[in-house]
């Protein structure tokens, strides 16, 4: 009964006959496979894109159980969709049931979205509640034993139950001359950031690269408290702690005289302090706009964390204003956005919202920044794992225009790259000889987006006003202006001192894994407010440090000289200390 009731009716015919766009064997190329579901009986049907096909409502997807002559496009998704649920129940054992009453059919595809045979397959090594009794039992055999930490019996008496919480350079917009830098370490920044370089569902698809995170999971406890009296061997009141993500478990020991007679009191958890607390507030922040993890290495340690740093408002995606003036001037009126009604953005020259874009071939034809989805392997990873790669097409003096919120297009329209959360986990650490700076801790492909600089928009006259240890860390919007000519407008910058994103922590190099563009998508070009997004500038390996050129047009000019005595050295230059095979030696401060 129950397999005839969530039966799938069968899929109506698809019509090729008058299709264009085929071979001269009535033949449509397939650019790959884009989703998944599984049937109540376990069997995958899978979702195929084809190329130069699609029904009268613009849709191109059909529905197939297999790929008859192109099995290796379905091994190729089944790899890769292996490895994303390996790493969501690395990441958590939760699993979601919120599938309504009408929807009991897709709970397969919903379990398998979450990884759930992985999960379980793990949980198998981890207590369960049928075992409460024996592991009460066990830790009470285990209480005259001494305890490392204070060498009471008493305190030994805990329960570890893992039960984890829910979950090529020309082609690139050259920037203006550098006015000014930031110097190596965060707590004392003495220079700022040069101009040219200056910073500002479930499906078993995209959005699921989230999961891979660093999350610091700390458990609390009530304050200390009798939890129970006459407690017997076969008690069940043992407080019960919450596994890090880190894959340590974060336990509460009773204080060193707690058990008198029958009586346990629980010593509270000690409150987060130092980089925990830094970290976990920055996290908080990043999971509400929908980002990734950040992790400080332990390499820093507390003491090296500035009080400034504490008060330091993470902000993942927005500008912050100080000035209601300036959030009155970005916050344009709807009608002045240029929109689409895309279904799907195929061609910038049929999608309204491109009409003012100035990303072109050499024919003049409207062209989108970022390239589409391909069915192949980059750096061990699978490249729909990182669609909407920058494709490194921009001319100087250039943005990207992005559809915006008013447009009609999915929200994983592929001409929303810089806008989507980040996606990727970002790792804090102390380097050799540059203070801090930010990592990747998996390989990431050149083109990957991989975020925006944040902080407090100010109007660029008003820089110098600032206080000192501000200047390091100003990012000036300066990526449509032309070096050598006029540019008019008003001109703006970003001071990311007192509140911003990983990006400040970005350091400078002579030979650096990042390049900057300016793109806008919720405010419109004529305000000159735009975001300046970062991007790999080649292949970047596991752990290399992120790094941007923080005075790019030093760079075009070592081409056009011979080598760095071409340049004339600035009285208040800053020694450079990237350590790359074409270090200019200085940047001008």
């Known amino acids: 009964m129950y397999d005839d009731m969530w039966k799938r009716s069968p899929s109506p015919e698809e019509s090729w006959s008058d299709a264009e766009g085929g071979n001269e064997n009535g033949e449509w190329p397939i650019k790959g496979v884009v989703g998944e579901e599984v ?44 490895n994303k649920r390996n790493v969501l129940a690395q990441d958590s054992l939760d699993m979601e049931v919120s599938w309504p009453d009408d929807a009991v059919h897709k709970r397969f595809t919903s379990l398998r979205a979450q990884a759930y045979e992985e999960k379980k397959r793990k949980r198998l090594d981890k207590p369960s509640a049928a075992d409460w009794d024996q592991e009460i039992e066990r830790a009470r055999r285990h209480a005259d034993e001494p305890d490392a930490e204070d060498g009471n019996a008493a305190s030994r008496l805990r329960v570890r139950r893992n039960t984890p919480r829910s979950t090529p350079s020309s082609d690139i917009p050259r920037l ?65 702690n919450h596994s890090s993500k880190f894959g340590q478990a974060s336990t509460s020991k009773p204080a060193p005289s707690a058990m008198k007679g029958d009586v346990i009191f629980v010593r509270p958890a000690k409150p987060l302090r130092g980089r925990a607390l830094l970290q976990s507030n920055w996290n908080q922040a990043a999971q509400e706009a929908g980002a990734a993890d950040i992790r400080i290495s332990n390499e820093i340690l507390d003491g090296d ?49 491109q009409a003012e874009s100035e990303v072109t071939n050499e024919r003049g034809h409207k062209l989108y920044a970022y390239s589409g989805v391909s069915n192949s392997f980059c750096c061990g990873t699978y490249s729909q794992f990182v669609q909407g790669l920058f494709a490194f097409r921009i001319p100087q003096g250039v943005e990207v225009i992005e559809c915006n919120k008013y447009c009609r297009c999915d929200p994983l329209c592929s001409n929303r790259v810089a806008q989507k959360p980040r996606d990727i986990p970002i790792e804090i650490f102390k380097t050799k000889q540059c203070g ?9 492909p050149k083109g990957k987006v991989l975020g925006i600089y944040t902080g407090t928009l100010i109007r660029r006259e008003d820089v110098d006003n600032l206080p000192p240890e501000h200047i390091g860390y100003v990012f000036d919007l300066d990526g449509t202006e032309v070096r050598g000519q006029h540019n008019e407008g008003d001109k703006f910058s970003v001071d990311s001192h007192d509140c911003g994103n990983w990006t400040r922590f970005v350091n400078h190099s002579c030979s650096p894994s990042m390049k900057v563009y300016s793109v806008v998508f919720d405010t419109i ?65």
Not at 536 to 551: G, K, N, P, Q, V
Not at 564 to 570: E, L
Not at 575 to 587: D, E, N, T, V
Request: glycine share 6%.
């Open 39 to 82: 049937d109540p009986d376990g069997t995958s049907r899978y979702e195929v894109r084809w190329g130069n096909w699609s029904r009268k409502d613009g849709t191109n997807t059909t529905w197939q159980t297999d790929i008859t002559d192109r099995s290796d496009l379905i091994n190729l998704w089944k790899k890769f969709q292996d």
């Open 176 to 240: 203006s001359s550098v006015k000014r830098i930031r110097g190596p370490t965060p707590p004392n920044p003495l220079f700022r950031r040069g101009a040219s370089a200056r910073k500002r569902s479930p499906s078993i698809g995209d959005d699921t690269f989230r999961s891979l995170m660093f999350n610091l999971s700390t458990s609390t406890v009530e304050s200390p408290r009798a939890i129970s009296k006459g407690v017997t061997e076969k008690s069940k009141n043992v407080n019960t």
């Open 436 to 444: 801090w700076g930010a990592r990747c801790p998996i390989a990431l």
């Open 305 to 353: 964390i500035g009080q400034h740093l504490h008060e330091f408002k993470y902000t993942e995606r927005s500008y912050h204003f100080d000035n209601d003036g300036l959030q009155l001037i970005f916050d344009v009126d709807p009608g002045a956005f240029l929109t689409c009604a895309c279904t799907s953005c195929q061609r910038a020259s049929q999608c309204d919202c």
């Open 525 to 589: 070009r004529e305000v000159h407010m735009p975001y300046v997004a970062f991007v790999a500038a080649r292949d970047i390996s596991a752990a290399e440090e992120l790094t941007i050129d923080y005075e790019p047009s030093a760079a075009e000019e070592m081409v056009e000289g011979t080598g760095k005595q071409k340049r004339k050295m600035s009285p208040t230059a800053l020694l450079c200390k990237c350590s790359a095979k074409r270090c200019r030696g200085w940047i001008k401060q």
